[in-house]
C-alpha cells in the first residue's frame, strides 16, 4: 500500500532553516504530484508548496521566497527547504500525494521559537 514518511521537524529559533523530507513507498513516486501542507493549532490544514510530476512548482503567498519544494524520483523523496522560519511557521506539516483518494503522511512538528 501506499505510505508517506515525513521527517526533519524540530525546534529552531526565527530565522533559522529546516528541511522536511517525505520519503513514498507503494506507488511509482515519479507519476504523482506532492504537496506540503501544514496545520496550526485551532486552524485549517493549507497548502504550503506543491510540485508537479514534471517539476511545475507553486507556493502559499506566505511563503514565497523562503521554502522551496523539490523532488528527487531515483531516491522517491520530495523536500521542503524552509529558510529565514518564523514563529508564524509553527505547525505540524504533512506531505501529501494527490490521486483521486489523496494520501498523507503521519505529520511531523516543526515550531519556530522567537
Known amino acids: 500500500q501506499v505510505q508517506l514518511v515525513e521527517s526533519g521537524g524540530g525546534l529552531v529559533q526565527a530565522g533559522g532553516s529546516l528541511r522536511l523530507s517525505c520519503v513514498v513507498s507503494?506507488?511509482?513516486?515519479?507519476?504523482?504530484?506532492m504537496g506540503w501542507y501544514r496545520q496550526a493549532p485551532g486552524k485549517l490544514r493549507e497548502l504550503v508548496a506543491a510540485?508537479?510530476?514534471?517539476?511545475?512548482?507553486n507556493y502559499a503567498d506566505s511563503v514565497k521566497g523562503r521554502f522551496t519544494i523539490s523532488r528527487d524520483n531515483a531516491k522517491n523523496t520530495v523536500y521542503l527547504q524552509m529558510n529565514s522560519l518564523k514563529p508564524d511557521d509553527t505547525a505540524v506539516y504533512y506531505c501529501?500525494?494527490?490521486?483521486?483518494?489523496?494520501?498523507w503522511g503521519q505529520g511531523t512538528q516543526v515550531t519556530v521559537s522567537s
Open positions: 510540485i508537479t510530476r514534471g517539476g511545475t512548482t
Open positions: 501529501k500525494l494527490y490521486r483521486t483518494l489523496d494520501y
Open positions: 507503494g506507488t511509482i513516486f515519479s507519476l504523482n504530484d
